[in-house]
Each structure stands twice: as structure tokens, then as C-alpha cells.
């Protein structure tokens, strides 16, 4: 089955400090990965993607996620957390193409405190 | 680039009325556009997936009745909630695509409130 888990629902950091929100997916074809935020009452952003290559993908904002094929992991990183970075991330899965449906996890929610 | 607008943004109806909600493509265009669905404090389920030109393609247990599709141009799809009632009320996001492994992009949502 397809799926994709996010066993953290809710992080809280200070500010500065480094974050990093689990990614864990099943999926019976190549995975296409992608990680959104979503601030309150607003539409998802596009943080990163990883298709293929390079297994450690940039993104916006300071964010990185490093696919990691043998745990089925696609975890999000973020070396200093700032203020403005609180929302709720969501992790999803895809096929190769872009009209494939993705398949979101729950989400965490994400908290700094000054 | 890649931009995606949604309108409106905010609607509060009476049950029983329609409501219908706008999802633009800006500056490209959208050979597949989606229908999500978000309840509070949860994550977002696919309600539908529609290519220009052809019917939706709705996900197990949505009522194409009841959500009614469309996608007329490469830049504009269209859902309306007919017959409304409270239940219907949720936080409704469209996102867009124009393929060839693009990302999805998504709109900014509209909450719907049925009173």
C-alpha cells in the first residue's frame, strides 16, 4: 500500500536551534518526494522535491531533506530554526509524473519558541 | 512563476444554496489541476483529479453529484459544492500542474462555512 508517515505531530524548538521533521513513505514505484508548509488558513508552499540524483536536495528558506532509499526516508532539515519558520509541514509522495496524484502524511506541526 | 490563485477565499452561505470555487493556473498552464479537502488540524484529502477537457476522476467515496468538476481551459478549473448543508464546511485547496514531472502548486485555499 501507499503511504506516507510522519510519526511527529507536534515539535517544538527555540529559536536557532536545528530541526529535523521525519519522512517515512511506502510506495510500490519510484518515489517522487516532495515536502510543503502550510501556514494557518493558507495553501501549501513547495519547500523541496528530490526526482533523482543527488540524494541531498536543497530547498527554500534554508530547508534540506536527504532521501535515504534503504530506510524508505525522506527527512526534512534545518540547521537554525527561525521564528517565522512555525507552520505545519507535510510530507508526500508521487509518481514520475507531475499528474500523478500525491499522497500526503498527516503533517507535524512545528513550534518556536523565541 | 508557478503561481495559483483560488477564489474566493473566504464564503459563508445558507444550507441548500451552491457555491462555486475558482482555481486559476497564472503563468502556465495546468494540464491537471486537483481538488483537496482539509479538515481542521488534519491533513489533506484528494478529492478529485481533473484533466483539461475530460471528466474528474473522484476519489472513493466523493460524490460527483454533490462536488461538480470542471476544466475547461488550461488554466481554470471549477468546483461547486451544490445543495450545501454544514457538513459540507471545510477548508477546500486546489493545486495545479502542468506535467512533464512539474510539481504541484497549490492555491491558497477557500474556507467554506455553511450556516
Known amino acids: 500500500a501507499q503511504s506516507v508517515t510522519q510519526p511527529d505531530i507536534h515539535i517544538t524548538v527555540s529559536e536557532g536551534a536545528s530541526l529535523e521533521l521525519r519522512c517515512n513513505y511506502s510506495y510500490g514505484a519510484t518515489p517522487y518526494l516532495f515536502w510543503y508548509v502550510q501556514s494557518p488558513g493558507q495553501g501549501l508552499q513547495l519547500l523541496l522535491k528530490y526526482f533523482s540524483g543527488d540524494t541531498l536536495v536543497q530547498g527554500i528558506k534554508g530547508f534540506e531533506a536527504e532521501f535515504k532509499r534503504s530506510q524508505s526516508s525522506f527527512n526534512l532539515r534545518k540547521p537554525s530554526v527561525h521564528w517565522s519558520d512555525a507552520a505545519e509541514y507535510f510530507c508526500?509522495?508521487?509518481?514520475?509524473?507531475?499528474?500523478?496524484?500525491?499522497?500526503f502524511g498527516t503533517g507535524t506541526r512545528l513550534q518556536v519558541f523565541p | 512563476g508557478a503561481v495559483v490563485s483560488q477564489h474566493p477565499s473566504w464564503v459563508i452561505c445558507k444550507s441548500g444554496t451552491s457555491v462555486k470555487i475558482e482555481c486559476r493556473s497564472l503563468d502556465f498552464q495546468a494540464t491537471t489541476m486537483f481538488w483537496y479537502r482539509q479538515f481542521p488540524k488534519q491533513s489533506l484529502m484528494l478529492m478529485a483529479t481533473?484533466?483539461?477537457?475530460?471528466?474528474?476522476?473522484?476519489e472513493q467515496g466523493v460524490e460527483k453529484d454533490k462536488f461538480l468538476i470542471n476544466h475547461a481551459s488550461l488554466t481554470l478549473s471549477t468546483l461547486t459544492v451544490t445543495s450545501a448543508h454544514p457538513e459540507d464546511s471545510s477548508f477546500y485547496i486546489c493545486?495545479?500542474?502542468?506535467?512533464?514531472?512539474?510539481?504541484?502548486?497549490f492555491g491558497d485555499g477557500t474556507r467554506l462555512s455553511i450556516l
Open positions: 508526500a509522495v508521487g509518481g514520475s509524473r507531475g499528474t500523478d496524484k500525491l499522497i
Open positions: 493545486s495545479a500542474t502542468s506535467g512533464g514531472g512539474q510539481p504541484q502548486h
Open positions: 481533473s484533466n483539461e477537457g475530460s471528466k474528474a476522476t473522484y
